[in-house]
């Protein structure tokens, strides 16, 4: 990722960027996503990571991205309850080591939040925040992209920008209720969110019905007692989609757009590129995202970010929110690039998804079956299905990418993978 110097990967999933710290069971569960982030190690770059990865993944990454097992460190930081990732490596007196590791080469932390605890780590061991040329550029960057991580952040701006966006309402907490049969009356539903929220955490689907008889609204603890919520109609969802985008030196461009796969609004999966049934909304959606991108650039921000939107029947899409942040699919989206770099696959289809297998199994067991069914992954080829995220603590949730030559094909592939690792089904 840099010329000067390594890159410190710093999975920060214990972060106040998206959700605030009092989440703590919400953000513990997420961190678990953290090995993941091994995709991203090229000689010379350090993982800072606060959950253990398996010998058996670390090298089955390094075979298939190439990189000498010797030439990367990984520190694996023990738990500490839900505070960010820099104080858990200060508390295990790992900062040293880290400092140590990183050299005196022009090396940079990236993290998976731009927080004020990761530039304050970065600015405490010396180095530089990637990819901003000085900690205090990140440092100024901060202020904006903590406001679009959050929804009222996102709705003002959006609308200064021109989006089209679902009717609704900022309000407070004590508010939220009388918010929302203010917007029943003219929608049969409703969308209830708190400001600070990702993967659909604390959000609620509110129908007339649940509000008859004198029965209150109950939300989620999330954002105190008097935090700010968004009440929006509830529109009649054909897909949910997203496009990322990076914003550099050289200006902004799009990297990519798909579906996401969604359960009452919780994000599940991912698929990429956006399904025909949508691909007319390909063009606002960039251009949108192109918007956004100009106006985080002027306050400062550098890297990728996600613009997320729903279509509704009727083929409109209305823009919903941002993730001023690496997402749940930038990483992803790296790794199914460098790994189809050079194969016989261009411009790859693919998907990231989790299945739950009826027994549990380790992570030799699943890549053995992948193989035996030629499932796994083949580098030649550029096609086939990656277990991308380490093997789960219940043996049973695996998490994978599927790579192909077409949409259909990840489908087709998807559909053998759940029956090769006797998938539940639901």
């Known amino acids: 990722m840099t010329e000067t110097g390594s890159i410190i990967v710093f999975a920060n999933f214990l972060s106040d960027l998206a959700v605030d710290l009092d989440e703590g069971q919400i953000l513990t569960a997420w961190a678990q996503q953290a090995p993941r982030k091994a995709w991203l190690l090229r000689p010379g770059d350090v993982f800072v990571t606060p959950v253990p990865l398996s010998r058996e993944f670390l090298r089955y990454v390094y075979d298939l991205t190439g990189v000498p097992p010797g030439s990367t460190a990984v520190v694996e930081v023990p738990p500490a309850g839900a505070v960010p990732l820099a104080r858990a490596v200060r508390e295990a007196g790992l900062v040293e080591k880290v400092r140590a590791l990183a050299g005196d080469r022009g090396a940079a932390l990236l993290p998976t939040a731009l927080d004020a605890s990761a530039i304050a780590f970065a600015r405490d061991i010396g180095i530089g925040v990637h990819p901003y040329p000085t900690v205090e550029a990140a440092q100024a960057a901060l202020k904006t992209a903590m406001l679009l ?12 920008l021109g989006m089209r966006l679902p009717r609704g309402r900022m309000c407070r907490r004590p508010e939220a209720e009388g918010v929302a049969r203010d917007l029943l009356r ?11 929220s990702a993967g659909g955490h604390g959000m609620r689907f509110v129908s007339r019905d649940d509000l008859r008889g004198g029965a209150s609204l109950a939300l989620d603890t999330v954002g105190g007692p008097e935090g700010l919520w968004v009440v929006e109609e509830h529109l009649d969802v054909a897909e949910s989609v997203s496009v990322q985008v990076e914003v550099s030196a050289s200006g902004t461009r799009t990297l990519f757009s798909g579906a996401m796969r969604t359960v009452e609004g919780s994000f599940t999966g991912y698929a990429s590129p956006l399904p025909l ?60 690039t460098r ?14 998804s989790k299945g739950w297998t009826r027994t549990a199994m380790d992570f030799d067991e699943v890549l053995a079956r992948l193989g035996a069914s030629r499932l796994a992954f083949d580098p030649d ?10 093997a789960p603590p219940d043996g049973r949730s695996w998490r994978y990418v599927v790579i192909a030559r077409s949409a259909g094909d990840v489908a087709e592939q998807e559909a053998a993978l759940g029956q090769v690792l006797e998938f539940e089904a639901g």
């Not at 991580?149 to 200064?160: L, P, S, V, W």
């Not at 003219?186 to 600070?196: A, F, L, Q, S, Y």
């Not at 049934?277 to 106006?295: D, K, Q, V």
Request: proline share 4%; glycine share 12%.
């Open 149 to 160: 991580n959050t929804k009222t952040g996102f709705r003002e701006t959006a609308g200064q």
């Open 186 to 196: 003219d929608h049969e539903r409703v969308v209830v969110k708190p400001d600070r």
């Open 277 to 336: 049934s949508c691909a007319h909304a390909a063009g606002e959606l960039e251009e949108w995202g192109t918007a956004l991108g100009r106006y985080l650039a002027d306050h400062g921000y550098a890297g990728p970010f996600g613009l997320d939107a729903l279509v509704d029947t009727d083929g409109v899409a209305y823009a919903s929110e941002s993730n001023i942040r690496r997402t749940a699919t930038t990483t992803p989206h790296a790794m199914v």
């Open 339 to 352: 790994l189809t770099e050079g194969s016989a696959t261009a411009q790859p289809a693919w998907s990231v």
């Open 381 to 390: 080829r550029g096609e086939g299905v990656v277990l991308y995220a380490d």
